[in-house]
């Protein structure tokens, strides 16, 4: 059974950081990404990276200031967030995908597999 589980989530004042981290289990991916959901908003793109090459893709917003990195010996895909801001405040998801060009497309639909979510909040 596939299952991903992020951790790292929390409260942190405004220019400050947070790492999450999703962990796989039940199979390996080509793809993983993280997202976000803020209340009231469409759910939207945040990094990817191709989990054999590590390349990445970011939202514009974010570049600079957030890291995709991977571990696949644990199977596991990071987050790490810099200079936070209040709008950054969201529940992040990780997601996970056997193609190894989904991570490239910020695309949710082409993702197969979710974690349940963590809650990010920045405050000001």
């Known amino acids: 059974q596939v299952q991903l589980v992020e951790s790292g989530g929390g409260l942190v004042q405004a220019g400050g950081s947070l790492r999450l981290s999703c962990a796989a289990s039940?199979?390996?991916?080509?793809?993983m990404g993280w997202f976000r959901q803020a209340p009231g908003k469409e759910r939207e793109f945040v990094a990817g990276?191709?989990?054999?090459?590590?390349?990445?893709y970011y939202k514009q917003s974010v570049k600079g200031r957030f890291t995709i990195s991977r571990d696949n010996a644990k199977n596991t895909a990071n987050l790490q967030m810099n200079s936070l801001k209040t709008e950054d405040t969201a529940v992040y998801y990780c997601?996970?995908?056997?193609?190894?060009?989904?991570?490239?497309?910020?695309?949710?639909?082409?993702?197969?597999?979710w974690g349940q979510g963590t809650q990010v909040t920045v405050s000001s």
């Open positions: 039940g199979r390996t991916f080509g793809s």
């Open positions: 990276i191709h989990m054999n090459a590590g390349v990445t």
């Open positions: 997601a996970a995908d056997p193609s190894r060009t989904t991570w490239s497309t910020g695309r949710p639909e082409k993702y197969d597999y």
